[in-house]
């Protein structure tokens, strides 16, 4: 048997030098910032090229977001050879907020592959816009799949169905812990960050390098993979996606006051070595001390 | 006569808006039968805002914490005594890890069973649907665990706060309600500051009043930063209702199995280092080199590396190697990274969003290297050194090998010199 795999990715907005373009204020230009498949679903698209390449598998990746967003179904696809890509666009579905893109996801997951239950399913630990890191587990959590997050490694039981995954759980002023957890499939795997694949063996580089061949043939000719979803063709109620469908909303956006001026600098200049030199006998002294 | 008039109260408490919604529970954390320090802070935070809430809108609603484990029964009266006025505990073995099926559905039932409440607010018991807030940590375990239970429960949910309010809010939205002002009464003002570390947005889970879609939507919940609050003083005097809650697993969610734990040592021990040097987008020019700079200067002063919250969007192109080494989320100083307190510390080429300001301001010495002397660092600094740190760090180098340079020579000499005397 096969795997059937899912990606969830999102365009982001690149915050490479170059790309990014923030305002005078230090926040983020949106209008002039670039867009293109976020850091984290591209190490989610990884994952689930690894899987295909280890242990067989048809790939589906899927976004929801405006028509353009189909530039970062075509990056994934580049990198994971995916056999198939969804973009759920429809009006309706803007401004959703995690509960409501959970729906979405949800209800086309269901739709891959001709309506065969995933095995697995990957995302990004979070994007880096929103930040949240909810929309995975949500969505997991409506598929009714075991979640599993922050995983760092894994490997799959094809004959009795049944995943293992190292994960690394960071509880910040505490420990860190390395988990290693054992669950039945389908799960859905939110990939860390520090997610590495290694094909350690001749035959797996041999048919890494023949799917990373086919990848990049696929992804020239991405459009012929691609299937646009509307409200309509998902058989979304409306009232449970985008605006209507979302508990929260932005009440206000506001600048955080600046911190309380708590010491008065002395200014040196750049230039001035004398300066210098006496910053560093300072620094001499504390040391000393 | 007076029996009447309470109970008139007790019937107006009842009726006001949103009965069947109450409380604060608060998801508590633990790792082999102990708290969870930021799990107190959370604590903290509860009880102030549940204390101002109950004389603001006279009831009596209660922070009640809720806890899951194996063998943490006997944690239940340190939760009291850091602000709750009641803790649900679940104690089993299929509890012991914080496995995140198994505990949604455990959390889930807790909130949702009126019986879990009977000891501990009877009055309420009839009407109890769900909690009115829920807070969980904004950490590997509880940021998950939030999602998942707020989708369960099918209510909404903001993370990484760190601040709250509770107000009546009149509101007027296009489809919560229909464009009309309604005004909302005891709304969790939930604030997230944005990845810039320069916004503040204002979060709300609100009922849908507009009826072509309406709904409730409870509880009101969030998940807070560790850190960003500060857990209340200790106090062995406060009492409060200690309840079991009894759950039911189902048989194919223990499948799941947690095989082995390993508690990992951070490689960043920003602790063990008198000096700290950050860097932010400042070395944007030439990042790979700038960060050899860096590496040098740390070096000669014996001090740890960290990096601003933007650097480890991995913004700039580097070797496989500095990547690794330095673009790390456990070298991030800030509210979403680590929180430092070092003798020395040098922001090279940092603005300073409030959000990494928090996280170093209260370093003994401060030194900012950058060449805009409107940033928001030069208020929390003691010396800002204006220039670019191209030209700044070899000046602050060369100065510093010239000085640790002859103290070495001098070292020498008194060996020598004793040696001499031998």
């Known amino acids: 048997m096969t795997l059937n795999i899912a990606v969830i990715v999102k365009l982001e907005p690149d915050f490479s030098e170059g790309s990014v373009s923030y305002n005078p204020d230090g926040t983020l230009n949106r209008a002039e910032t670039k867009s293109r498949l976020g850091a984290h679903s591209a190490i989610a698209s990884l994952a689930a090229f690894y899987t295909k390449v280890k242990y067989g598998g048809y790939i589906s990746i899927c976004s929801m977001g405006p028509p353009m ?35 979405v996801l949800k209800q086309g997951i269901k739709k891959m592959n001709t309506g065969k239950e995933m095995d697995i399913v990957f995302s990004g630990h979070r994007a880096s816009d929103g930040e949240t890191g909810q929309t995975g587990p949500q969505t997991a959590w409506k598929l009714g799949f075991t979640f599993l997050g922050n995983v760092i490694d894994f490997s799959v039981d094809l004959n009795n169905r049944y995943i293992f995954a190292k994960r ?16 039945p499939l389908p799960v859905f795997i939110a990939i860390d960050p520090s997610y590495k694949p290694t094909f350690d063996t001749i035959s ?8 990373l061949k086919e990848a990049k043939e696929r992804a020239v000719n991405y459009k012929s993979y691609l299937n646009v979803l509307d409200h309509k063709k998902l058989e979304l109620d409306p009232r ?44 001499l002294q504390l040391i000393q001390k | 006569m007076a029996m009447i008039t309470t109970n008139k109260i007790e019937h107006n408490r009842l009726t006001n808006n949103n009965e069947s919604y109450r409380h604060l529970f608060v998801i508590i954390e633990s790792l082999n039968k102990e708290l969870i320090p930021s799990s107190l802070e959370m604590l903290g935070e509860a009880r102030r805002l549940m204390d101002n809430f109950n004389l603001k809108y006279n009831l009596n609603e209660k922070v009640i914490a809720i806890h899951l484990g194996d063998g943490i029964k006997d944690l239940s009266q340190d939760l009291i005594y850091y602000g709750a006025d009641a803790v649900i505990y679940s104690d089993d073995p299929h509890l012991k890890y914080p496995i995140n099926k198994i505990y949604t559905k455990v959390i889930s039932q807790i909130a949702t069973d009126p019986n879990s409440i009977r000891e501990i607010s009877p009055e309420y018991v009839s009407a109890f649907k769900k909690p009115r807030y829920m807070f969980f940590l904004a950490d590997s375990i509880g940021r998950h665990l939030s999602s998942t239970v707020l989708a369960e429960l099918d209510s909404g949910l903001a993370s990484d706060i760190n601040k709250l309010v509770i107000s009546d809010l009149e509101i007027k939205h296009q489809h919560k309600t229909k464009g009309e002002n309604i005004t909302y009464k005891k709304i969790l003002e939930m604030y997230r500051p944005d990845f810039s570390g320069f916004l503040w947005t204002t979060i709300l889970c609100l009922d849908n009043k507009n009826p072509e879609i309406k709904k409730e939507f ?35 969610d223990l499948k799941i199995k947690v095989l082995k734990q390993e508690l990992v040592k951070n490689p960043v021990q920003f602790e063990n280092y008198k000096i700290i040097v950050s860097f932010g987008r400042g070395i944007k020019e030439n990042p ?109 180098i060369e100065e510093l090998g010239k000085r640790l340079g002859q103290t070495r020579e001098k070292e020498k000499e008194i060996q020598v010199n004793t040696y001499g005397k031998l």
């Open chain 1, 69 to 103: 967003a189909e530039i970062a179904l075509q990056e994934a696809q580049s990198i994971s050879d995916a056999d198939e890509l969804h973009l759920y666009s429809d009006r309706l579905f803007a401004s959703a907020d995690t509960l409501a893109t959970a729906e």
């Open chain 1, 168 to 183: 690394l759980v960071a509880l910040p002023g505490f420990y860190d812990i390395v988990e290693e957890i054992q669950a």
């Open chain 1, 204 to 211: 797996l580089r041999l048919t890494s390098g023949r799917y």
């Open chain 1, 240 to 283: 449970l996606v985008g605006l209507p469908g979302s508990p929260t909303i932005v009440h206000k956006v506001e600048k955080i006051p600046k911190a309380r001026t708590t010491r008065s600098a002395e200014l040196i200049e750049g230039d001035d070595r004398q300066g210098i030199i006496n910053s560093v006998t300072k620094i």
């Open chain 2, 218 to 252: 409870h509880p009101q919940a969030c998940s807070i930063i560790p850190g960003a609050f500060l857990p209340i003083i200790k106090d062995t005097k406060r009492t409060g209702i200690i309840s079991e809650y009894h759950p039911h697993f189902n048989e194919e």
């Open chain 2, 288 to 396: 790979e080199d700038n960060i050899k700079l860096i590496e040098k200067l740390a070096k000669l002063l014996n001090a740890e590396i960290g990096i601003s919250l933007p650097i480890s969007k991995k913004i700039f192109h580097l070797s496989e190697k500095y990547d690794s080494i330095y673009i790390t989320p456990n070298r991030v100083v800030g509210t979403s990274g680590r929180k430092v307190t070092p003798l020395i510390y040098i922001a090279v080429g940092i603005s300073g969003a409030i959000q990494h300001l928090e996280g170093m301001k209260e370093s003994d010495f401060i030194i900012a290297i950058n060449p805009d002397e409107n940033s928001p660092i030069k208020d929390v600094c003691d010396v800002f050194i204006k220039g670019r740190m191209e030209d700044v760090i070899p000046l602050i």
